[in-house]
């Protein structure tokens, strides 16, 4: 029997604490693209508002992080259910010596965080240049 009751509890448990929390923490997905002038990041983040972020390059490294809380409350006849929402999320990124950190820029569109870095002249790929023979 006690067997019983502690399946019963774990599967208590399981349900109410972990299926249905209304917090989360994630780690979006990221999307990483090198051209000839620059990278790109792309964050797969919805439900979020570009006020929501905070960007930081510090130490070549680059955080994108957030944390957005919501309330509601609802009462209808002879209940009240009021229900906090908590997500946060954080995610760091080691940039190469040849990101010109003063000019990165981020948008934020249909839930995607476009972050562009651009390169260091001296970094660009240049065209080949053609020496004459005297």
């Known amino acids: 029997m ?3 009751v502690r399946n019963y509890d774990s599967l208590f ?4 604490n972990n299926a249905y929390s209304s917090s989360s923490v994630l780690s ?3 999307n990483i693209k090198e051209t000839d002038n620059a990278y790109t ?3 797969a983040i919805p439900g979020f508002t570009k006020d929501d972020f905070k960007i930081e390059v510090r130490d070549r490294v680059l955080e994108v992080s957030s944390v957005s809380q919501s309330e509601n409350e609802e009462q209808k006849e002879s209940y009240i259910r009021k229900e906090f929402s908590y997500s946060s999320f ?3 990124f080691r ?3 040849t990101v010109d ?3 990165i820029s981020a948008t934020y569109e249909n839930g995607v965080l476009n972050l562009a870095l651009p390169k260091k002249e001296e970094a660009k790929v240049k065209e080949p240049r ?3 023979v005297n």
């Open 41 to 43: 990041i792309e964050l």
């Open 90 to 92: 954080s995610r760091s």
């Open 2 to 4: 006690k067997t019983l």
């Open 95 to 97: 940039l190469p010596r």
């Open 28 to 30: 979006p997905s990221a």
């Open 13 to 16: 448990n399981e349900l109410f």
């Open 130 to 132: 053609l020496i004459s």
């Open 101 to 103: 950190t003063d000019q």
